[in-house]
């Protein structure tokens, strides 16, 4: 199996197709590389398309420090290993939130961002207690592991009932350590300053949920941090947008794409 060791950590990836620019997918919390076939097998066919699996989760070892930064230097690790440089980086969820991260540590890398349905850059107050009360949850032994109902609430009644199971199968097979400790380390970023310095162009595709949420990536408020950031919407789609709703997704970024090359 393909792996980039850093400091004796095996970070999983997957490779396929060739020429530029290239596509790297960055999957969100407790997710996992699959979560982007659809992506993958398309930009794929012409171009470099990079997927990999975040530290404790996939294939990929566990590590003992989850920050937002450790992530985006963990897929610095990968880029370079691969000789990927200059590409599209399309993050998922908190995959967006080291996308933008790894900009602002390695703005070689990154020639533009796509953002697909994004945790909260500011969380508000509401948001922030509910990622703590969430991880505070997981932490707690005596507690039935609340992940299964926190996957449930991202998708939409309708929605493919066995994609739904498999997401859920996915992000509950990480530890309940990892998990915890990668929202508790979000809560400690400094997502603002991150998207307010983050010096490419930017996508951010928001789903139908996300206006259910407490309104921390209210577009205003985004475009407040970043005046040239660029900002759609999906109708009739849960979280997982690159899943339930690929053929609106995948042409955008593709257009996208184009518009900025």
């Not at 009360?133 to 005596?142: M, Q, S």
């Not at 991202?154 to 994609?163: C, E, Q, S, V």
Request: glycine share 8%; with cysteine; net charge negative.
């Amino acid at each position: 199996m393909p792996y980039a060791t850093r400091d004796g950590l095996k970070l999983y990836y997957e490779q396929v197709g060739a020429g530029t620019p290239p596509f790297v997918f960055v999957p969100g919390w407790c997710c996992d590389h699959t979560l982007f076939e659809p992506q993958v097998a398309h930009f794929g066919t012409r171009s470099s398309a990079v997927s990999y699996d975040l530290r404790g989760c996939g294939r990929s070892d566990g590590g003992d420090d989850y920050e937002v930064a450790t992530l985006a230097d963990d897929l610095a690790w990968v880029c370079d290993e691969l000789g990927v440089g200059r590409a599209i980086v399309v993050g998922h969820s908190l995959g967006a939130l080291i996308a933008v991260e790894l900009v602002a540590r390695y703005p070689h890398l990154v020639a533009a961002i796509v953002a697909v349905d994004p945790g909260p850059f500011d969380p508000l107050p509401a948001s922030r207690e509910r990622f703590s009360a969430l991880a505070a949850r997981i932490r707690d032994p005596n507690e039935d592991d609340p992940r299964p109902e926190y996957v449930a609430s991202m998708f939409r009644p309708g929605d493919d009932l066995a994609r739904a199971a498999r997401v859920a199968t996915t992000m509950c097979s990480p530890t309940r350590e990892t998990a915890a400790s990668m929202l508790e380390g979000y809560l400690r970023w400094n997502g603002s300053a991150a998207l307010a310095g983050c010096i490419v162009p930017m996508l951010v595709v928001l789903s139908s949920l996300a206006a259910q949420t407490s309104g921390s990536n209210d577009p205003a408020r985004l475009l407040a941090l970043k005046p040239d950031l660029e900002i759609s919407a999906i109708v009739g789609a849960g979280h997982f947008l690159q899943l339930d709703a690929a053929d609106q997704l995948t042409p955008m970024i593709e257009r996208f794409v184009r518009d900025v090359s």
